[in-house]
Nanobody, 125 residues
Framework: QVQLVESGGGLVQAGGSLRVSCAAS????????MGWFRQAPGTERQFVAA????????NYADSVKGRFTISRGNAKNTVSLQMNSLKAEDTAVYYC??????????????????WGQGTQVTVSS
C-alpha cells in the first residue's frame, strides 16, 4: 500500500515555472513506476509524464515535451514535476500516481494503482 501526497501547486503567470512534488509513504516505493496526470474542469484526466522505477526512462505527453521534466528520488520517496514555460492550457489539478505494472513508464491511467488527492495549478494569461 502506498499513500501519495502532492504539494507545490499554485498560481503562476504564463511563461513562468512551477514545481510540483509528491511524497510517498508505505513500502516498496522504489519498485513502482510513477506518473503525473492532470484534469481540467469538464475534461477527462490526461497523462502528463511518467518515470520508471529506477529513473532511467521517462515518457511525456506531446503537449509538455521540452517544457516539463519528471524526476524521482527513491531515497526520499519523492517524485517531482518541473514545469517551465507554462501556458494557460496547463491549468488543471495535477495528480501523482504509482504503478505496479511491468510496463516501464505507463501512459495509461488504468495501469496505475495508487493516486494522490491532487494539487491545483493555475496559469494566468
Amino acid at each position: 500500500q502506498v499513500q501519495l501526497v502532492e504539494s507545490g501547486g499554485g498560481l503562476v503567470q504564463a511563461g513562468g515555472s512551477l514545481r510540483v512534488s509528491c511524497a510517498a509513504s508505505g513500502s516498496n516505493f522504489g519498485s513502482y513506476a510513477m506518473g503525473w496526470f492532470r484534469q481540467a474542469p469538464g475534461t477527462e484526466r490526461q497523462f502528463v509524464a511518467a518515470i520508471t522505477w529506477n529513473g532511467e526512462r521517462t515518457n511525456y505527453a506531446d503537449s509538455v515535451k521540452g517544457r516539463f521534466t519528471i524526476s524521482r528520488g527513491n531515497a526520499k520517496n519523492t517524485v517531482s514535476l518541473q514545469m517551465n514555460s507554462l501556458k494557460a492550457e496547463d491549468t488543471a489539478v495535477y495528480y501523482c500516481a504509482a504503478s505496479v505494472s511491468r510496463v516501464s513508464a505507463p501512459m495509461t491511467s488504468g495501469l496505475y494503482n495508487y493516486w494522490g488527492q491532487g494539487t491545483q495549478v493555475t496559469v494566468s494569461s
